[in-house]
């Protein structure tokens, strides 16, 4: 079947095939990180395709097997927040929620193939839509609060909605899912070989989701079950940040000594943040209302200074030692936890 490349902006190809419109990331060299001009370059695609008749389905992809999307471009939002502020940086950060928003809400099955890295923004790309398809290959992960940022993308509504406490756990150490874990935990609903993508968006063409994955048997092994060990999940059942880190402290589990190690690199004001996101998340009713509560935590986080130290030890200079204002918990001021709790 012809495929008809419709348009080519920076690092999105977009095109037809059959009765599928098709999205391709295509910046490989920065693992597809989602700029400004990306998303709206996905929305643009969108906004033609959602009365067009001929548009039955529509396929987000990536053009390299390493990574679907491995989040927002922090190089470029650090850059504007310090060079142009909080309002330009957020304003970067808010056209890309605004395209995963439409594409939660798009009028037409949307398939997402989360082959490869798939984390913070790529989350939020690719989760919220009605068919996602996991491999061998994929890696999930919220990594926020090792950067100083706060899961954000509608991670917090994802990861609030897994089964116990281990959604909270990943929030707030950033840990790591493969595929069959991402379809175990409700990130994901399809779990195949990376080598059956291409009969899938072949059939796709020419066949709606539901008839395609019907007869599509997932092979994500029976060991993929998220349920933390009862000792686990106590120690993420307490009132705070810093209760919960006592318990790991105490808790002979080896999962619990990495949690906590992964905790103690953590951006202290960013575990605080995703500490209320992920609660306040568990108490809203829709996507939406979680993205607002994201959005009020996101701009709080813009007006610290450990984000753009955060993004220059892990993506600028690369030495992976940041220096976090302040360095623990107990030294947040009041008056900054005050301003999570009054969202």
């Given at each position: ?162 089964q116990g406490l281990a959604g ?77 880190m006592e318990r790991l402290q ?94």
């Amino acid at each position: 079947m012809t495929e008809a490349v419709l348009s080519e902006v920076e690092g999105l190809a977009v095109s037809r095939v059959g009765h599928m419109g098709r999205l391709v990331l295509d910046r490989p060299k920065k693992l597809n990180a989602l700029d400004a001009g990306l998303a709206q370059g996905i929305s643009r695609a969108l906004d033609a395709w959602r009365d067009d008749d001929s548009v039955q389905v529509v396929l987000i992809e990536s053009s390299s097997p390493r990574a679907f999307c491995a989040g927002g471009d922090l190089r470029a939002i650090r850059e504007a927040l310090l060079a142009q502020g909080v309002g330009r940086a957020f304003a970067l950060m808010d056209q890309a929620y605004d395209t995963m928003r439409q594409l939660a809400a798009y009028p037409k099955p949307v398939v997402s193939f989360l082959d490869g890295i798939t984390m913070g923004g790529g989350v939020g790309l690719g989760c919220h839509v009605p068919w996602r398809v996991v491999t061998e290959r994929s890696v999930l992960a919220m990594p926020e609060t090792g950067i100083g940022l706060v899961p954000d993308a509608g991670g917090s509504w994802l990861l609030s909605r897994t089964q116990g406490l281990a959604g909270l756990r990943l929030a707030l150490t950033g840990g790591r899912m493969d595929g069959a874990q991402a379809v175990a935990m409700g990130l994901a609903d399809i779990h195949t070989h990376s080598e059956a993508l291409d009969s899938l968006r072949a059939a796709l063409a020419h066949t709606l989701p539901e008839q395609v994955f019907a007869s599509v048997q997932s092979d994500a092994p029976a060991k993929a079950a998220v349920a933390l060990p009862p000792e686990l999940e106590q120690c993420y059942a307490a009132a705070t940040v810093a209760e919960v880190m006592e318990r790991l402290q105490a808790c002979d589990l080896p999962q619990a000594q990495q949690d906590l190690e992964d905790m103690r690199r953590a951006s202290p004001f960013s575990l605080e943040a995703a500490w209320h996101g992920w609660h306040r998340a568990r108490q809203v009713d829709t996507l939406d209302a979680a993205f607002d509560v994201e959005r009020s935590l996101v701009r709080l986080v813009l007006e610290r200074p450990d984000i753009a130290e955060g993004i220059r030890a892990r993506l600028v200079d690369r030495d992976n030692a940041p220096v976090w204002q302040p360095a623990r918990l107990a030294d947040i001021p009041a008056p900054v936890l005050q301003a999570l709790h009054v969202l």
